[in-house]
C-alpha cells in the first residue's frame, strides 16, 4: 500500500468517528511511531471542519489526477450552471446539498449536491460519479429523482435532483406520534425502493433515517430514499474509474452498518447489507434506538466500535423497550401505553427485526422485497416466516383474518393458507370431547334417576350448558372460515348473552356448571380472537374451580392449561410457563404420570417453547408426550398423529430435516386411516408434507402432493370454494420459487377470480394473492403491473384495519 493510500485511509477512518475522544484514541493506535502521519491527518482533519478552507500543507498531495482551485468556493448567492445556490441544507461525509433555483430551460426549486472541497482525492470522485449515474438509472417513487449533473469551475463533479421538502424518517413519525402500523406502512415503500436500486444493480450501503425522507403530498406522506453516494456497483462497473474500496476504508455510518461493513476490509459487501440496514432502521422505528445505542458507540474507540457491530448480539426489541428509561415517552411517541406497546412488539415484530439483523447474512431475509411482504404479512395479521411459531401462534393468526369458527372446514384452510406442520383440528376435537362429556355425565345423572330436587337441577343445569354447547358447535361448524365478518357479532353476542345469564345467578346453587359454562364461553371467545373477553372468563372459572374443588382437582389443571393457552398466543410467555408447569404437577399427582391429559399438557408446554425458539427444551418433553400417547391410546391414535407432527415441527425448525420427514409421512398415514383417503384432512397433512419438502427444494417431490391436496379439496369442497383459491395460491408459489413464471401466473389469475366471485373484491384473503402476483411480475420485470398489485393490496388491508 503506498503512502498516499495510508494517508487516505487513515483520514477517512478518523473522518468516520463522531466523538473527539474516541478519534484521538483511534489515532494514537493508528499512528503509533509515526508522527509525520499524526501531523499529516490532522491537518486534512482541521481543513475538512473548517468552513471553506483547504489543506495547509500543499506538500502532503492528496489527489494526483484532479486539480481544485482553491480561489472558486460555492456558497449561497453562487451560480453553477443553469443553478442559483440558495441556501446549503445539508452535507455529508463527501457532499455538500444546497437549495438552488434552476432559471433554463425551466424555472424551479432543486437540490444540488457538490463534493466538499479538500475531499476531492481520486477514490471519493469515483464513488461521488457513481453515485450520479446510479440516481440516473433509477426511477422509482420512493427514490429522490436525478435531474442533471456536472462539473463545477472548479472540476468538481455535482449533481441535482428533485427538492425533497421531508425530514427524516424517525422524527417524522415521533412528531406525529405514529402507532407502530402507520410507522411499518411507511417503512414497506422504503424497502420496495432499496429494491428497486439493487435490482438496478446498487447497493444503498448508508441507510438511515438522515437518508430516509418522507414528504407530503396532498396529505399523503411519502417517504423518499436519498444519498446513493456510497453505492456500490454489483453487476457492471458504474464509471471508467470503477470505485473498490481498499482495504483500511470503512464506508457508511457505523450505528446502521451491517457486520460485514465493519471490518476494514469491505470487499465482500452484497445486497443483504442493506437489508442488515433496514432492520436497524426498522429496530429504531420500533423501539426510538439503534440494536447498540448511539452514545455507546460514539464513546467506544473505533476499533471497538467496530467489534461491537461485527460480534456482539443486540437485544430484542421488546427487551429494549423494557430495559430503557425513556419508556413512557418513546410509547408517548407512538400513541401507546407502556405495556401495550411493548406486547404489540413481542413475538413477531421481534422475530422480524432480529432476522435483519443476523450476524450470518445467509440467516437474513434474502432480498428487501422479501422484508417487505413479511410486513405485509404481519399487517395482515397473517403468519410470518421468522421465528419459530408454534402452534396455537399460528392458529391464532388465522383466526385473527378469518374470525369464524374452529370447525374442520377452518383446519383445513388453516392448514392450506400458511402452509403450516401444525394440525389445528386436534383442537377442535378436544372441544367437541369436552361437550361430549359433559353430555354423557348429564345423562349418567338422569340414568341414575335421582328424584330429588338438587338432581333435577343439576340435570337442568346440565341440559342448559348442553343446549348452548350444541348451539355453539352448530355455529361454529356452519360457519363459512372464508365469509365477511357479520358473523362475528352474531357469536359475540351469542357470548354476550351467555355471561349475562351466568350473572344473573342462573347457576348459583350450580359452582361446577357455571364453572364449566364460563370456560366454554372463553373458549370460544379465545378461537375467534377475542383475547381481552376471554381471559376474564378463564380467571373466573378458574376462581371458582380452586375455591369448591380444591387447588389439587383435575379441572383446575384444565383450567390452568386453558389460561396458559390464551397467555401464550399473546406471547405472554413468562406468564403461561408456571400455569403449564403447575397443571402438569397436578395432572401428575392426581391423574397418574400415565394419564392422557398428562401428555396434553406436555405437548402445551412444547408449543411454549418451540414459540420462544427453545427447541433444547421443548424437544424432551414432545417425546415423552408421545411415548405415553402411545402405549395408553395405541400407535394409530389421532392423539399420536398430532404428536408426531409436534415432535416434526420441531426438528424441522432445527434444520433435521431427514428426521421429520418420516415422523409427517407416518401421522399422514395415521390420519389416512383414520378419516380416509379422501378426507379433507388428509389433504392438511399431505400440504404439510409438501411443505417440508418445498422447504428442502425438493419441488419435484413436493409438487404431486400439492396437487393431490387439491384434489381432495376440489372434491369436497366444490371447485369454487374459496380454500380451493387458497390451494391454487400456494401451488402457485411452489412454481414461482422454481422460476415457473408461465406455470404460476393463471393459477394467481384463478385463485383470485375465485376469491373475487366468492367473497367479493376486498376482503383480505385477496391481499395475499394480489402481494404474491406483484412479486412474481417484479421478477418478469413488469414494474407498473406490480406497483398497482401491491397498491391494491394494501388498499385492501387498510380497509380491513
Excluded at 478519534?23 to 482533519?45: F, H, I, W
Excluded at 348459583?508 to 376471554?534: C, H, R, W
Excluded at 408459489?733 to 393459477?747: D, F, I, N, T
Excluded at 377470480?753 to 412479486?775: C, F, Q, R
Aim: charged fraction near 25%; charge should be neutral.
Amino acid at each position: 500500500m503506498t503512502q498516499s493510500s495510508v494517508l487516505e485511509n487513515t483520514f477517512f477512518a478518523a473522518l468516520a468517528i463522531t466523538s473527539d475522544a474516541a478519534r484521538r484514541d483511534y489515532l494514537d493506535d493508528a499512528c503509533a511511531g509515526n508522527t509525520g502521519l499524526r501531523e499529516q491527518v490532522e491537518k486534512m482533519l482541521a481543513a475538512h471542519f473548517a468552513a471553506g478552507e483547504f489543506l495547509e500543507q500543499p506538500a502532503v498531495t492528496v489527489n494526483q489526477h484532479t486539480q481544485i482551485n482553491p480561489a472558486i468556493i460555492e456558497a449561497a448567492g453562487s451560480t453553477i450552471g443553469p443553478y442559483k445556490l440558495l441556501q446549503q441544507i445539508g452535507e455529508g461525509g463527501m457532499g455538500v446539498v444546497f437549495m438552488a433555483e434552476q432559471f433554463e430551460p425551466i424555472r424551479r426549486i432543486v437540490a444540488l449536491k457538490i463534493i466538499k472541497q479538500g475531499m476531492d482525492t481520486r477514490q471519493v470522485i469515483a464513488r461521488f460519479e457513481a453515485e450520479r449515474q446510479a440516481l440516473a438509472t433509477m426511477d422509482h417513487p420512493n427514490v429522490a429523482k436525478v435531474l442533471d449533473a456536472g462539473t463545477t469551475a472548479g472540476g468538481r463533479p455535482y449533481f441535482v435532483m428533485e427538492l425533497v421538502k421531508g425530514v427524516p424518517i424517525t422524527k417524522y413519525c415521533d412528531d406525529r406520534k405514529l402507532p407502530l402500523r402507520a410507522r411499518l406502512d411507511l417503512f414497506v415503500p422504503v424497502c420496495m425502493a432499496v429494491q428497486h436500486a439493487h435490482q438496478k444493480g446498487l447497493i444503498h450501503r448508508d441507510i438511515k433515517p438522515t437518508n430516509v425522507l418522507v414528504a407530503e403530498y396532498d396529505d399523503l406522506a411519502v417517504p423518499k430514499v436519498i444519498d446513493f453516494g456510497v453505492a456500490k456497483a454489483i453487476a457492471q462497473p458504474m464509471t471508467d474509474r470503477t470505485l473498490f474500496t481498499e482495504y483500511g476504508q470503512v464506508v457508511g455510518t457505523v450505528e446502521y452498518m451491517s457486520p460485514e461493513q465493519a471490518k476494514l476490509n469491505q470487499l465482500d459487501i452484497d445486497t443483504r447489507s442493506d437489508i442488515y440496514s433496514l432492520g436497524v432502521l426498522l429496530y429504531e422505528l420500533l423501539t426510538g434506538s439503534t440494536p447498540f445505542g448511539i452514545k455507546r458507540l460514539k464513546e467506544a474507540a473505533f476499533d471497538e466500535m467496530l467489534r461491537i457491530i461485527r460480534e456482539e448480539e443486540p437485544e430484542k426489541p421488546s427487551t429494549r423497550l423494557s430495559t430503557v428509561d425513556a419508556m413512557s415517552s418513546i410509547a408517548a411517541n407512538r400513541g401507546m401505553e407502556t405495556l401495550k406497546l411493548n406486547r404489540q412488539v413481542r413475538g413477531e415484530l421481534d422475530w422480524i427485526a432480529m432476522k435483519c439483523l443476523e450476524k450470518e447474512r445467509s440467516r437474513r431475509y434474502d432480498t428487501p422485497n422479501e422484508l417487505a411482504a413479511e410486513i405485509l404479512r404481519y399487517l395482515a395479521d397473517e403468519p410470518i416466516t421468522a421465528g419459530a411459531p408454534s402452534t396455537r401462534y399460528r392458529l391464532q393468526k388465522f383466526v385473527t383474518r378469518n374470525k369464524g369458527a374452529l370447525a374442520s372446514a377452518i383446519a383445513i384452510a388453516a392448514s392450506l393458507i400458511i402452509a403450516t406442520a401444525v394440525s389445528v383440528w386436534f383442537g377442535v376435537r378436544e372441544r367437541e370431547q369436552r361437550a361430549e362429556a359433559e353430555a354423557q355425565r348429564a345423562e349418567a345423572v338422569k340414568q341414575r334417576g335421582f328424584a330429588d330436587e338438587n338432581a333435577n337441577k343439576e340435570i337442568k343445569a346440565r341440559a342448559r350448558a348442553e343446549a348452548i354447547n350444541a348451539f355453539v358447535t352448530k355455529s361454529l361448524k356452519s360457519s363459512d372460515p372464508m365469509a365477511d365478518g357479520k358473523r362475528d357479532a352474531t357469536i359475540a353476542q351469542a357470548m354476550k348473552n351467555s355471561v349475562a345469564e351466568i350473572d344473573s345467578g342462573a347457576f348459583k346453587d350450580e359452582p361446577e356448571i357455571e364453572a364449566a359454562m364460563l370456560l366454554t364461553i372463553a373458549d370460544v371467545l379465545f378461537s375467534n380472537g377475542q383475547y381481552e373477553a376471554a381471559e376474564p372468563l378463564y380467571q373466573r372459572s378458574l376462581a371458582i374451580r380452586e375455591q369448591v374443588l380444591g387447588p389439587e382437582d383435575p379441572q383446575v389443571a384444565s383450567c390452568l392449561n386453558n389460561l396458559a393457552g390464551l397467555y401464550n398466543a399473546q406471547g405472554r410467555y413468562a406468564s403461561a410457563e408456571p400455569l403449564y408447569l403447575r397443571s402438569l404437577a397436578i395432572a401428575e399427582k392426581a391423574l397418574g404420570p400415565d394419564h392422557k391429559d398428562v401428555a396434553n399438557t406436555l405437548n402445551n408446554l412444547t408449543a411454549l417453547y418451540v414459540g420462544q425458539g427453545q427447541y433444547a427444551k421443548a424437544e424432551p418433553l414432545i417425546k415423552r408426550a408421545l411415548i405415553l400417547q402411545e402405549r395408553v391410546l395405541g400407535p394409530d391414535h389421532t392423539d399420536v398423529a398430532a404428536s408426531l407432527n409436534n415432535l416434526a415441527q420441531i426438528l424441522d425448525r432445527q434444520g433435521q430435516f431427514a428426521e421429520a420427514e418420516p415422523l409427517y409421512r407416518r401421522s399422514l398415514s395415521i390420519v389416512e386411516k383414520a378419516f380416509g383417503k379422501d378426507h379433507p384432512f388428509v389433504g392438511v397433512s399431505l400440504n404439510n408434507l409438501a411443505f417440508l419438502l418445498a422447504k428442502q427444494n425438493q419441488y419435484a417431490a413436493a409438487e404431486p402432493l400439492y396437487k393431490r391436496s387439491l384434489e381432495i379439496w376440489e372434491a369436497t369442497l366444490g371447485p369454487d370454494h374459496p380454500n380451493v383459491a387458497a390451494s391454487l395460491n400456494n401451488l402457485a408459489s411452489l412454481y414461482q420459487s422454481q422460476g415457473q413464471y408461465a406455470a404460476a401466473e393463471p393459477l394467481y389469475n384463478r385463485s383470485l377470480a375465485i376469491y373475487e366471485k366468492a367473497l367479493g373484491p376486498n376482503h383480505p384473503s385477496i391481499s395475499k394473492v394480489l402481494t404474491g402476483m406483484a412479486d412474481l411480475y417484479r421478477k418478469l420485470d413488469r414494474i407498473q403491473e406490480a406497483q398497482q398489485l401491491q397498491a391494491r393490496a394494501m388498499a385492501i388491508r387498510d380497509l380491513k384495519r
